[in-house]
């Protein structure tokens, strides 16, 4: 570090004099060193100006941004419609692409506007008719000045009077006044992505066009994403940084002026908006070394690789002269890359394939107070979304309290910092893993206890230790009903207790033969005996869940189609669902026990729009998800039902909904007094009138059962 240092302050010597500064732009990893190498040896102080690279800064926001967005449905979009696949998903969640990572939160964006402006100006029509008077004028300008030698000043000019045009209308004030309106948690959270998108896109725009003082302004606005998303090197060198630039209107006026008229960035052409960093430019002069025959697999030692480097840029660059003299050379680009009709056809191909997907579920118009994924709906829990809402307001606080603290204070940029550690969407994801202390802690506990028994035993002879402490288990509560945590030990045996309860109950006075002697008497009238249906609802789902359907309406259908299959020739179905909204139960221990720590942290909003991309065994892993399928199942099927009465009269099934929390539930004859299921054999214990008879046992193996009344 020290040499290449030396080194650069000679060549600034040789070309500017003694008394100029050299400015040399690091990535952030460098950076640091550099800044400790200055604060430690005071022979380097005043003779350099160190800046933080715009290209490594730019991927630092891509991850921060990528951190905030995986897991959120945005992700899953992209792959839906069919825009990048897993893989480059994945490079853009990293940050590890640059131009792609752009282009797709560019796309999400633009999206999102779409998406926000069918909302607002539905708000607003009158808004609506002056902005596309305004924007049809722009178009045709910039049709009409294509073919004209000063197409771009014109174009310009209308540009700059169609933002005034939009101020004067109200445009801004209209949009404030509807974000503070709403205050839906999925509509404060597409805010914040286009906040963030936005920023990154003026700091871009500042390196592209050389624009020093929004350089500064939207890199001050990325640090407040540095901190809320824990990238902590920036975080605490990039205040400090900003901070000298701004000194340097006062202590190095002429370099803060080259800096302003746009000498802070490298063009390698004239076109305009084609600026970039210069750590981008040094990794375009990399580049063209990583070539066939260049650094990559030449060989392996170090001093041969150390002199390939050091001539390579030469020999590139005399390559490119000879070139030039034989006029051989590439055509040369006389218009930005990114204007030419493929690029723009292609883009907007996109934004259209990418808002199929995402208007189904449009995050502006959701009035729900839980986060939704947009794509899969899948529900966040409670602590997850306060993290998420409330990152922007603690990332900003912390930038604040770090400025008045170590940059204006007394405290030292180089203490440690601790990170907020923030829930993001992907924390829903993640397997949590709990050690239990509560064991070491109620040890101590008992060990002190015994400890003092001692004591008093010892004081007092008469009292027996073996008599009034041995006899009793040194616990709190009883192993035999409790795991050491205080959790409730998991009931495994309840066939056996079924058992024991069908051979105590008496043999039914109403059996199939009495039936028939019933028929007999009353002159075989069939009327009389009347056959239905019990179905566990449940177990039918469990049943369909190795299926593969993509959304829970076509999930709904197949299952609709199996139960009107097992209804046939019976006059009353009972379909029975279990209930999930019970927390202290039998069941619910049964169940903890048998999924343990394989159960999604998050639950699925289930709805007809709602896609599942998950296997179902793992859409149905959460109780949240199981309780609201049930309520969307039975409604289906309810529906299902009653139209057929409707069209076939009293000849269709009857449908009886039981143990299922819907609002319309119809009347059943029946009172059930307790559903108790287990993974082999479940059992129904139903209650009734004086003149009806059942039969009450029902397997969960085929999850039917046959009952006869009179």
């Known amino acids: 570090m020290m040499t290449v240092l030396k080194q650069a302050q000679s060549i600034n010597v040789e070309v500017l004099g003694p008394e100029r500064k050299t400015v040399i732009t690091f990535d952030m990893a460098l950076y640091e060193k550099a800044r400790r190498l200055e604060m430690l040896h005071p022979e380097y102080r005043n003779r350099y100006i160190f800046r933080i690279g715009e290209f490594h800064t730019v991927l630092c926001a891509l991850r921060a941004i990528g951190a905030s967005t995986e897991n959120r449905g945005i992700d899953d979009a992209w792959i839906a419609a069919d825009i990048y696949g897993p893989l480059t998903t994945r490079q853009i969640i990293e940050g590890k692409h640059m131009k792609r990572a752009m282009n797709a939160h560019l796309t999400t964006l633009l999206v999102f506007f779409n998406l926000y402006q069918d909302v607002l100006f539905k708000e607003n029509p009158g808004l609506l008719e002056s902005c596309s008077h305004e924007l049809i004028c722009l178009r045709d300008v910039s049709f009409h000045a294509v073919n004209s030698a000063h197409h771009t000043e014109a174009v310009q000019k209308r540009h700059i009077e169609l933002v005034a045009k939009l101020e004067q209308h109200g445009i801004l004030k209209a949009m404030e006044d509807f974000d503070q309106r709403n205050q839906a948690p999925s509509f404060k959270v597409a805010r914040s992505y286009m906040n963030a998108v936005l920023t990154l896109l003026l700091f871009v725009r500042a390196t592209h066009q050389g624009l020093w003082t929004l350089h500064l302004a939207s890199l001050e606005r990325l640090c407040i994403l540095f901190f809320a998303r824990d990238r902590i090197k920036y975080a605490q060198m990039v205040p400090g940084y900003i901070a000298q630039m701004y000194s340097l209107q006062e202590t190095d006026p002429e370099i803060w002026n080259e800096f302003e008229r746009g000498n802070f960035c490298v063009n390698k052409n004239k076109i305009p908006f084609r600026g970039i960093g210069v750590d981008h430019a040094i990794e375009h002069i990399n580049r063209t070394m990583k070539v066939k025959g260049g650094l990559s697999g030449i060989t392996l030692k170090p001093a041969a690789l150390a002199r390939f480097f050091l001539t390579a840029p030469v020999m590139t660059r005399l390559s490119d002269e000879v070139h030039d003299m034989a006029n051989v050379t590439a055509q040369k680009r006389e218009k930005h890359n990114e204007l030419s009709p493929a690029i723009t056809k292609c883009q907007m191909h996109h934004i259209q394939k ?92 008992n060990q002190s206890l015994f400890a003092g028994l001692l004591i008093v035993a010892r004081s007092r002879p008469d009292v027996d230790l073996q008599e009034s402490v041995g006899m009793f288990e040194f616990s709190c509560i009883p192993r035999s009903l409790f795991s050491p945590d205080g959790s409730v030990l998991a009931c495994l045996d309840k066939s056996k207790l079924m058992a024991i309860l069908e051979a105590a109950v008496e043999p039914n006075p109403l059996s199939s033969t009495n039936l028939e002697q019933n028929r007999e008497m009353h002159g075989g009238d069939v009327d009389l005996v009347t056959k239905s249906l019990i179905i566990d609802g449940m177990a039918i789902v469990q049943e369909l869940s190795t299926l593969s359907v993509k959304t829970c309406e076509e999930f709904a259908q197949h299952f609709i189609r199996t139960v009107v299959y097992r209804a046939r020739g019976y006059k009353v179905v009972h379909l029975v669902f279990d209930r999930y909204d019970v927390e202290q139960s039998l069941k619910q221990m049964t169940r903890k026990h048998r999924y343990g720590k394989n159960v999604d942290a998050y639950s699925y909003a289930v709805s007809d729009s709602t896609i599942i991309k998950v296997p179902l065994k793992k859409f149905l892993s959460n109780n949240k998800t199981k309780d609201r399928l049930t309520v969307y199942l039975a409604n289906k099927i309810q529906a299902h039902f009653q139209s057929g009465e409707q069209r076939m009269g009293h000849n269709h099934s009857r449908l009886m909904l039981i143990s299922c929390p819907v609002t319309t539930r119809k009347p059943t004859p029946f009172s059930f007094s307790m559903l108790c299921m287990h993974p082999e054999k479940a059992t129904l214990f139903i209650s009734c009138p004086p003149t009806q008879t059942c039969l009450s046992w029902l397997s969960t193996d085929n999850s039917n059962l046959e009952m006869e009344y009179v």
């Not at 809402?389 to 604040?400: N, P, V």
Request: aromatic share 6%; proline share 3%.
């Open 354 to 445: 990418l808002q199929s997907v995402i208007e189904e579920w449009n995050p502006f118009h959701q009035e729900s107070e839980t986060l939704v994924n947009i794509v899969t709906q899948a529900v966040m829990p409670e602590q997850i979304q306060s993290d998420i809402l409330r990152s922007d307001e603690a990332g900003e606080q912390c930038y604040k309290d770090f400025v008045e603290k170590r940059i204006v204070g007394t405290v030292s940029p180089w203490e440690k910092m601790s990170k907020l550690k923030l829930l993001s969407w992907k924390s829903a994801s993640k397997t949590v893993k709990i050690k239990l202390q509560t064991c070491v802690v109620e040890l101590k506990e």
